[in-house]
């Protein structure tokens, strides 16, 4: 039972339908707590990316929206694929595009008992598509669906190389939404009020974030140039709050296709964040115990009433 990079193939021409098969699962359980299955990308083959995702041994994967097309589309996928779950919201991407008749869609779609969470939203300073300011609007009214519908937001920051503007301003809105706080403890109990997907950023704001009761999510960009603080911080972040994502079709990791990113392929990350933990390649207890604490930290942080703790949905 290894996670090594040297056993994650599983080719698109070998993929089966659907369910497990011997020859590919590596017998550590899996999540990817971040993949855009609803994009076009994945439109004329998603039933056999899930089919894949399944034999590499994913047994959580979340489907956020970006914008209310992106997150009626994502609810739709947990139509076809009950055993996934769906999150809605606005990335920063889309913050100044969004309209009130599209806010007010998210919003219906957040009481949705299916939905488990709300995102993808968040900071981003260094492409910067929209606006700052409306950025930060945006932001704010994400959080407050967050804390009015008791389901965690899902966090996007990225600042310019070198830089951590973003991670700072997006620690003071937290903080002034009420994170980390009496009215987050209300909303969410002792439960991550938020995730930090695909993390960037010092060290210091994932212990910022943290001390906040936030969980954190590791994606292929931990490989990247200029992201070598993640592996001091996958370090760090206690097993009940740390997962793992593709954020798919983007961020592949090394050893993983050039193209389109997909779920299977978080093993890769999964194999470097256990190692990051000290967890030897072959010591299949460590990682047996490493993955029951992915799928542990992934069910505390996105809770379904349909789901029991730790078990696998078909």
């Not at 999150?87 to 100044?96: E, I, L």
């Not at 260094?126 to 945006?138: E, G, K, L, T």
């Not at 212990?207 to 911080?233: H, W, Y």
């Amino acid at each position: 039972m290894s996670l090594t990079v040297a056993e994650v193939g599983c080719p698109a021409a070998e993929r089966p339908a659907g369910g497990p098969a011997a020859p590919y699962h590596l017998g550590v359980r899996l999540i990817d707590s971040h993949c855009h299955l609803q994009a076009d990308r994945f439109a004329a083959d998603v039933d056999d990316v899930l089919g894949a995702a399944r034999v590499a041994g994913v047994e959580r994967l979340l489907v956020p929206g970006w914008n209310a097309w992106s997150s009626g589309a994502a609810l739709d996928l947990v139509d076809r694929h009950p055993w996934l779950d769906a999150a809605v919201g606005v990335h920063p991407h889309d913050a100044a595009r969004m309209t009130d008749e599209g806010w007010a869609r998210i919003v219906v779609l957040g009481a949705d008992p299916r939905v488990v969470a709300i995102g993808e939203t968040g900071l981003d300073y260094d492409r910067a598509f929209s606006p700052i300011a409306d950025q930060h609007v945006n932001l704010y009214r994400n959080l407050e669906l967050a804390l009015e519908t008791g389901k965690p937001a899902i966090l996007h920051v990225r600042s310019p190389v070198g830089r951590r503007d973003a991670q700072d301003a997006l620690v003071a809105e937290l903080r002034a939404a009420g994170f980390g706080g009496p009215a987050a403890a209300s909303a969410f109990g002792d439960r991550p009020p938020a995730l930090i997907h695909s993390y960037s950023g010092p060290v210091d704001f994932a212990a910022a974030v943290l001390d906040m009761g936030l969980a954190i999510s590791i994606s292929g960009l931990a490989f990247r140039k200029g992201e070598e603080a993640t592996a001091e911080v996958a370090s760090l972040v206690p097993s009940q709050r740390l997962l793992v994502e593709t954020d798919s079709p983007y961020l592949s990791p090394p050893g993983g296709p050039r193209g389109r990113n997909e779920p299977a392929w978080v093993r890769i990350t999964a194999a470097w964040a256990a190692g990051q933990c000290g967890i030897a390649a072959d010591d299949e207890a460590a990682l047996g115990q490493f993955g029951d604490g992915l799928v542990g930290a992934y069910d505390r942080t996105f809770p379904r009433p349909d789901r029991r703790a730790g078990e696998l949905r078909q």
